[in-house]
């Protein structure tokens, strides 16, 4: 598979690229970094994305595309925000994000608060999802190195992220499920237990919204 890297920075500093001919051939796979008002436009596509691959487990969400787009605005809102996009031709197949802590919710800053970590210093994954053909193929590695580098440049000193805790019983755990744990691990990312806050949405199995508890995991990357 041939993979194709595409940046504001080419848009702006190469304009003899031929942008048709970069985007022509589909069946090539490439990214796109855009930060601040340039990923309003993107906004639909990641809605898509979350919904799609989040109700799988363990999130096991059940969202609306209306609901994704006005949660997803705040980060058109700062030009310190990130989106990382994964395209197949012109088909947005994987995206994630990053904000500032300081931008996000107090549930979010909550625990960083109680532990006396300087909310200024530290940068803030959202999601990361990419649909199902695509993994395996090192788009993960890619999110997590393009947000890190993106949260460096800004003088951030830590990077963290939250995931869904389930129970290990849980009835619509696949048998082959596999957490991504190690994954994180080996990207120098500790799981901080006495880090945790809680989400509210609604599973696709569910009646009504409910809590949903989620653990934080920090880096230090500067």
């Known amino acids: 598979m041939k993979n194709l890297c595409l940046s504001l920075h080419d848009l702006i500093f190469n304009p003899t690229k031929n942008l048709k ?10 990214t796109l970094t855009v930060s601040g ?6 906004l639909p596509a990641l809605a898509r994305l979350r919904i799609a ?18 949660y997803l605005q705040i980060y058109s809102q700062s030009d310190e925000t990130i989106f990382v996009l994964i395209f197949d031709g ?4 994987g995206a994630s994000s ?17 532990q006396n970590l300087p909310i200024d210093s530290i940068f803030y994954f959202g999601e990361s999802v990419l649909l199902k053909p695509y993994r395996g193929q090192g788009f ?28 290990n019983n849980h009835p619509l755990k696949p048998n082959n499920y596999k957490p991504l744990d190690g994954f994180w691990r080996k990207r120098g990312y500790e ?13 696709f199995d569910e009646d009504a919204e409910s809590p949903k508890k989620m653990q934080f995991w920090m880096k230090r990357i500067l």
């Open 21 to 30: 001919q970069h985007f022509m051939n589909t069946t090539s796979t490439h």
């Open 191 to 203: 799981k901080r237990d006495d880090m945790k806050t809680t989400f509210i949405w609604q599973d």
């Open 98 to 114: 990053g904000m500032p802590l300081k931008m996000e919710t107090e549930d979010v800053k909550k625990p960083f608060i109680e």
């Open 140 to 167: 993960g590695k890619v999110f997590f190195d393009k947000r890190e580098a993106h949260a460096q440049s800004l003088g951030y000193e830590y990077a963290t992220f939250c995931g869904v805790i389930r129970p």
């Open 37 to 42: 008002s340039a990923i309003k436009k993107y």
């Open 53 to 70: 691959v989040f109700r799988d487990y363990p999130y096991l969400y059940d969202g609306s595309l209306e609901y994704e787009e006005e």
């Open 90 to 93: 012109y088909e947005v197949v």
